[in-house]
């Protein structure tokens, strides 16, 4: 399958605890988001990365999120401190920067809180 | 504020009919808005991008309409299926940077 995967598809984790996800993009694609998606809900932008470099980050992303690219291929998402609020499903996009209107999604990660 | 709402109610409609799903935005200018289908615990999937400039496209049974007066896109799937029974979301990307903001979807339920 040469689509963009994400590991684990499913976290369940205890307030206060760090859990981290990985996404593995399409190889050709230089561009990454990363979104979250909470029930009845659309996909709410994070964060993006054109090759290694973070571009952009969302007012949602707080000091508890961070996320890498560190050689411009897989990327990883970590939560610090886990709250409940974290619920939610994590999913992972890429694109080639030249053709950035099509994004390619990720099955996501959905992370349980408790 | 800006905004971009979908109908939030689900929609039933009976096999073979044509199913018909508003987007509407305020305060954006896009160059362009997407359709996506998402199946339960899936990711989105592309289905249709219009430009400002194209009042229609369509790809098979999909057609989407863009009215930048209007500030809405209507999704049209005609001679629907059961296997279409999916959430649809439309989305723009305002700075054309890559960054989608997403409508929160229509459910969409094709009785046989």
């Known amino acids: 399958d040469t689509g963009v995967s994400q590991d684990p598809r499913h976290k369940i984790t205890k307030r206060g605890q760090n859990v981290t996800f990985r996404c593995d993009p399409i190889s050709e694609h230089n561009r990454l988001y990363w979104y979250r998606q909470t029930l009845g809900q659309g996909p709410e932008f994070l964060t993006y990365f054109q090759n290694e470099a973070q571009l952009e980050k969302s007012r949602l992303l707080s000091d508890r999120f961070s996320a890498e690219r560190p050689k411009g291929s897989f990327s990883t998402l970590e939560i610090q401190r886990t709250e409940q609020g974290d619920s939610a499903m994590y999913l992972c996009a890429s694109s080639l920067a030249a053709s950035r209107e099509t994004q390619y999604f990720g099955p996501g990660t959905r992370l349980l809180v408790l | 504020s800006q905004k971009i709402e979908q109908n939030s109610e689900a929609l039933n409609i009976q096999e073979g009919k044509t199913a018909t799903l508003t987007c509407n935005y305020t305060n954006y200018s896009p160059a362009y808005l997407q359709w996506y289908r998402q199946d339960p615990g899936r990711g989105p999937v592309f289905l249709l991008l219009?430009?400002?400039?194209?009042k229609e496209k369509r790809k098979e049974r999909l057609k989407v309409t863009f009215d930048t007066t209007l500030k809405q896109s209507l999704f049209h799937i005609t001679a629907s299926q059961p296997a279409d029974s999916a959430t649809y979301l439309c989305a723009l990307d305002p700075n054309q940077g890559g960054k989608l903001i997403f409508g929160q979807g229509t459910e969409l339920s094709v009785k046989p």
């Open positions: 219009i430009r400002e400039n194209e």
